[in-house]
Nanobody
Framework: QVQLVESGGGLVQAGGSLRLSCAASGSIFSINAMGWYRQAPGKQRELVAAITSGGTTDFADSVKDRCTISRDNSKYTVYLQMNSLKPEDTAVYYC??????????????WGQGTLVTVSS
């Protein structure tokens, strides 16, 4: 199966920006979608943004005016640019991928998570 490597998390002041990256490696034939979810303490994991192989995007209402998601299909990498960050954005951010291998078998993989902390 595929392994995901996440990077870009850290501490940023309110109003600042971060770019998260997630690179997938392994036996990928076709990607269905890649995206980012987040989970704050005491809360359910929620979708932040996702992008399909065809370029269709989906954003949480709370971030849609402040975030951009993009991907490099040749590198199996997805990027989440987050601007005008708010303390409410503080969470562990998890990369997620759904894909098929050469035998058309379906897989779903989660990254280990990267912490984003926005100070007020």
């Amino acid at each position: 199966q595929v392994q995901l490597v996440e990077s870009g998390g850290g501490l940023v002041q309110a109003g600042g920006s971060l770019r998260l990256s997630c690179a997938a490696s392994g036996s990928i034939f076709s990607i269905n979608a890649m995206g980012w979810y987040r989970q704050a303490p005491g809360k359910q994991r929620e979708l932040v943004a996702a992008i399909t192989s065809g370029g269709t995007t989906d954003f949480a209402d709370s971030v849609k005016d402040r975030c951009t998601i993009s991907r490099d299909n040749s590198k199996y990498t997805v990027y989440l640019q987050m601007n005008s960050l708010k303390p409410e954005d503080t969470a562990v951010y998890y990369c997620h991928i759904t894909y098929r291998d050469r035998l058309s078998r379906y897989f779903e993989v989660w990254g280990q998570g990267t912490l984003v902390t926005v100070s007020s």
